[in-house]
């Protein structure tokens, strides 16, 4: 019996979402992070590229919520993080610099507009040679929740952009985005949550879709630390 | 004639080796002869780490009692589940980590997995202190699930998980779970007076 072919796995190097995950995300895949505020989405995306960069694998990562001098002194806090080996590897962009640079007006959108942004992206993957690439968050990308057609239009041009680069994504959003129609354009999403039990706050992770992985669909509880983002069993107490 | 207690709750541990789940049965009144035992006797001295799960005594209280003590602490790492149920001034200290209760086991579990990555490859002795405090705030259920999985997990890693009891304040139902997630109950008893 033939054996099934397995598809290459970009190993994100967080241990616990790798083992859920059954190696990792399957290369070239788009996948959104969604999750309310606080439950660990930046965190998670972050390490994922600077994982990446400590493996050897240049990402790109275009921040739309943090100034990128914030982004930049969260990073010393990761115990595996090395300034001198790995920080060369990881190229920063705010998505107000890469407007600029492309020369797009704030406000304005359509379809020659999602245009000018994948084309500006691709430049900066080619340029960087980036194995990864994080943009949080796509909510302030995508124009209007209203246009879902702009929506798709752009996450499909995407993600045929990173196909044909060799780049796998993460793309960080807020939960209700990927309730919505582009949940089905993308290839896996993990949604971040809080579960509060008896009044305790836990912050949870589970992979409801990731197209070419056999997967874990059940929840887990994370941690945020300086030594990344841990994963440990939900427990049902005999439920 | 408890002075070589300390040095025989290690012998004891030596004896049985890496990777087996261990119930220490104690009595309240060798508490500290025990901690002192397990810490110093058996952890620094084998140049081991030692992370020290209490949801009976705060952290504070710990430290100041080995520092007293004259404990060597180097290796010693708290994971400390009560003194924000207290609700007083929580005073940062490197080697400790807080967890908000006793409770939050996967919190705990969390706190647990995180200490050993820092840890490497160096061996490690996990102690839970205690057993009865634990039961007193959860179900014996979620206990039972809790235990199973980190012990199963610190064996699979060549830890030395050791879960401290008093037996004669413990449920049954506790006594009996406890029997079945570790491999060995051993009981430390004080010396006789003659």
Redesign the interface.
Known sequence: MAKASERERCITGIEGLDNILGGGIPTHNIVLVAGAAGTGKTSLAFEFVVRGAVSGENGVLITTVESKSKLLANIPSL?FYDEKTVGKRITIMTLKDLLEEAGISDGVAGESVMDMLISMVEKMVVTAKAKRLVIDSIDTILPDQKEERLDTYFLTKLSQMLHEKGSTAILVCKAETAEGGIGSVVDGIIQMGNLE??G?L?RTMQVPKMKGATHSRAKY???L?S?GV?????????I | MSEDLHSRVALKLEAVGPSVSIGLEIKIESYFDIVRGLIEDFASKNGMNCIYVTSSVPSATLNSALQALEVDTEGLRFIDCVSHTMMGAIHRVDNTVYV??P?????I???V??FL??AGDKKTIVVFDSANSFAIHN?P??L???FT?ILNSLKAREAYPVVLMIPDQLKVEVKEMLGMVCDVIMPIEQDHQP
Do not use: C, H, P, Q
């Open positions: 115990v039990r008896k305790d836990l509880v994370i941690d630390t030594a841990l994963v440990t069993t939900l427990l049902k107490g005999g | 908000e209760n409770s939050m086991l996967e919190n579990m969390l706190k997995e995180y990555r820092l179900d259920k979620i039972s699930e809790f999985i």
